[in-house]
C-alpha cells in the first residue's frame, strides 16, 4: 500500500457537500432490496446491490481519488443484509454478510441519490429557447469582472449561456492573451485543424470562408466532426472595417418554428443523415449525420449546419426533394432578420455561444476600409457544466460551513 492508499473512511464518496433536506424515517428490506421512506412521503426502492456498490468505505472507494476500487463482481453474489438502522445522527448503517462489512449512508448523500438526480445537486439552469420574432438586445456581461477571478461574474456568465445559448462579456482588454486566459478559466480549449485559438481575419491563401471577407449564413461550426464542438468563443480585437455586423440566431427555436410549420420538414432534418467533408489541403474530415441531431432521451441536442461544407447526397428521389425544400425553410426562418440578434463587436467584446444550439455570421466587410481581427476558439458544453457545478459546490460547502463551523 502506497501513501496515496491509506484505508480511511469517507463520509460521502464524491467531493461534494450535502445538505441534510430530508429525515430518512424508515429503512425496510423487501425482496431483492430495501424501502426508504422520508420525512416528506417519498419513498424509494432500491437494489440491495445498489447500495452495497456505494458504501463509503476504504475497501469500496479509495480515499484519495474518491472513485471507486470495484467492479460488480468483487460483490458476493450471495449479498444479503444482516442487519439495518437508522442511527441517531440520521445515517443508515448497514452490516452486511457474507462480507465482515459495515456501511455507513449520510442522509443528504443518500436522499440526493435516490431521488431526481438532477435536483438538487445537478441545478443547472434549464435551456430557454429565445421566442421568435426576437424582441431583445444583446446583454452585455461585466467581462473585467470575470477576467479578473470574480467568481460570481463567471457563475453568471456561465448560467447566462447554459440558458440562453449565448453569453456576451464587455469590458475585457482588447489584447491577445485574453482570450485563451477567459476560456481557460471554464476549462480547456479544443484544438481542431485550425489551431488551439485562431485568428478570423482576410486572409489571400485562405482555408476557410471564415479567412474571407465574404458574408456568413448563420450556421455552426465544424459540421465535418462526429462530435461537433459544443461551444465557441469569438473575442474582437480590431474592428475598422466597413460591414461586417455579427448575427446570432437561436437554432433549436428556428426548428422548433420548423416543426409548428411542418412535421414532415422536421422529421426528414432530424431523420435524414446528410454528409458533410472539411476543404481543405491538409485535412478530410467527413461525417454524416442529420442537421437537427437528437439525443438518447429524444431532445433536440445539435444544429448540424455548416452549409459550405455539405457534400452531395444520393438516396430516394422523393426523399431529397423534400431534404431540400425542408433545409431552404430551416435557413429562411434563419436568415429571417427578426429571428436574429445583430450587433457589431467593439474590441474588447467577447461573444460565447453554444456552438450546437445557436448558430453564428457575419455579414460581409471591406477589408480595404480597416482592419477586422477576431481571436477565436472552441470548447465543450461539458465543460461549462463541470466548471458551473464546481462553482455551485463551492457555494455549497461555504453555506454548510457558516451553518455548522464545519464540512461534511
Ligand atoms: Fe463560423
Excluded at 410549420?261 to 472539411?278: D, R
Excluded at 445557436?358 to 457544466?385: I, K
Amino acid at each position: 500500500m502506497n501513501n496515496s492508499d491509506k484505508m480511511v473512511p469517507l463520509v460521502v464518496p464524491d467531493f461534494d457537500t450535502y445538505p441534510v433536506t430530508h429525515q430518512l424515517q424508515r429503512a425496510t428490506p423487501i425482496a431483492q432490496g430495501i424501502e426508504l421512506l422520508w420525512n416528506d412521503g417519498l419513498s424509494n426502492q432500491v437494489p440491495v446491490i445498489w447500495l452495497r456498490e456505494f458504501s463509503p468505505d476504504p475497501g469500496t472507494f479509495h480515499s484519495v481519488t474518491r472513485e471507486q476500487r470495484i467492479a460488480l463482481t468483487d460483490i458476493p453474489q450471495d449479498l444479503s443484509i444482516a442487519q439495518m438502522l437508522i442511527a441517531e445522527d440520521g445515517f443508515l448503517e448497514v452490516d452486511w454478510m457474507p462480507e465482515d462489512l459495515h456501511s455507513r449512508y449520510h442522509p443528504g448523500w443518500l436522499r440526493c441519490a435516490v431521488a431526481d438526480p438532477n435536483d438538487p445537486m445537478d441545478s443547472l439552469p434549464d435551456r430557454k429557447l429565445w421566442p421568435l420574432p426576437v424582441t431583445v438586445k444583446p446583454n452585455w456581461l461585466d467581462g473585467a469582472a470575470v477576467y479578473r477571478g470574480d467568481t460570481d461574474a463567471l457563475r453568471i456568465w456561465l448560467e447566462t449561456l447554459l440558458r440562453d445559448g449565448i453569453g456576451l462579456l464587455d469590458g475585457l482588454p482588447a489584447n491577445r492573451e485574453v482570450i485563451p486566459a477567459v476560456v481557460e478559466l471554464i476549462g480547456p480549449i479544443r484544438a481542431s485543424n485550425f489551431g488551439d485559438v485562431f485568428e478570423v481575419e482576410s486572409l489571400p491563401s485562405a482555408n476557410s470562408n471564415a479567412y474571407t471577407a465574404l458574408p456568413l449564413k448563420v450556421h455552426s461550426d465544424l459540421a465535418t466532426r462526429e462530435y461537433i464542438p459544443g461551444m465557441q468563443f469569438l473575442f474582437c480585437l480590431e474592428n475598422e472595417a466597413t460591414g461586417g455586423e455579427s448575427l446570432l440566431v437561436d437554432g433549436f427555436a428556428a426548428a422548433q418554428q420548423l416543426n409548428s410549420e411542418s412535421t414532415e420538414f422536421f422529421e426528414v432534418l432530424a431523420t435524414l443523415p446528410v454528409p458533410f467533408g472539411t476543404k481543405d489541403r491538409e485535412f478530410d474530415h467527413r461525417y454524416c449525420a442529420p442537421v437537427l441531431e437528437h439525443n438518447a432521451v429524444g431532445e433536440l441536442s445539435s444544429v448540424r449546419h455548416t452549409y459550405w461544407l455539405r457534400s452531395p447526397m444520393s438516396g430516394d428521389f422523393s426523399t431529397l426533394n423534400t431534404f431540400y425544400a425542408a433545409y431552404r425553410r430551416f435557413q429562411e426562418i434563419c436568415d429571417d432578420p427578426d429571428n436574429q440578434l445583430r450587433f457589431r463587436l467593439q474590441p474588447g467584446q467577447l461573444m460565447a455561444f453554444d456552438n450546437r444550439r445557436v448558430l453564428h455570421g457575419r455579414d460581409a466587410f471591406d477589408p480595404e476600409s480597416g482592419r477586422r481581427l477576431l481571436r477565436g476558439c472552441y470548447g465543450e458544453r461539458e465543460e461549462v457544466e463541470s466548471r458551473l457545478r464546481i462553482l455551485y459546490r463551492a457555494l455549497r460547502a461555504q453555506e454548510q460551513t457558516q451553518q455548522t463551523g464545519v464540512r461534511a
